[in-house]
Nanobody, 126 residues
Framework: QVQLVESGGGLVQTGGSLRLSCAAS????????MGWFRQSSGKEREFVAA????????YYTDSVKERFTVSRDTAKKTVYLQMNNLKPEDTAVYYC???????????????????WGQGTQVTVSS
C-alpha cells in the first residue's frame, strides 16, 4: 500500500519561500508519476506540478513556472516542491499524489492519481 506524507507547509509573507516534502513508502517508485496539487477554499483541486520518477522529467502549471521546482531524492523516497516568490494566490492546501506509470493525458488532473497524502496548509500573507 502506498503511503504519502506531506510536510513543510506554514505561514509566509509575500515573496517568501517554502519547501514542501512528500515522504513516500510502500513501493518502489521508479515507475511512478508524482504530482503536486493544491486546493483553496471554495475551489476545485488544481494541478501544480508533476515529476516522472524514472528520468526526473518535470511539468508545471503556467502560474508557477519559474517560481516552483519539483525534485526527488530517490534514496529517501521523498519528493520536494520548492516554492519561491510566493504570492497570496498560492495560499491553499497542497497535496502530494502518486500514480504508477505515465499518461500524458491525465498527469495534470486529480483523477489521474490513485494515491494521495493528507495535505499541508500553505498560507501567504500580503
Amino acid at each position: 500500500q502506498v503511503q504519502l506524507v506531506e510536510s513543510g507547509g506554514g505561514l509566509v509573507q509575500t515573496g517568501g519561500s517554502l519547501r514542501l516534502s512528500c515522504a513516500a513508502s510502500g513501493r518502489t517508485f521508479s515507475q511512478y508519476t508524482m504530482g503536486w496539487f493544491r486546493q483553496s477554499s471554495g475551489k476545485e483541486r488544481e494541478f501544480v506540478a508533476a515529476l516522472r520518477w524514472n528520468g526526473g522529467d518535470t511539468y508545471y502549471t503556467d502560474s508557477v513556472k519559474e517560481r516552483f521546482t519539483v525534485s526527488r531524492d530517490t534514496a529517501k523516497k521523498t519528493v520536494y516542491l520548492q516554492m519561491n516568490n510566493l504570492k497570496p494566490e498560492d495560499t491553499a492546501v497542497y497535496y502530494c499524489a502518486a500514480q504508477w506509470g505515465w499518461v500524458q493525458a491525465t498527469h495534470s488532473v486529480p483523477a489521474g492519481y490513485a494515491y494521495w497524502g493528507q495535505g499541508t496548509q500553505v498560507t501567504v500573507s500580503s
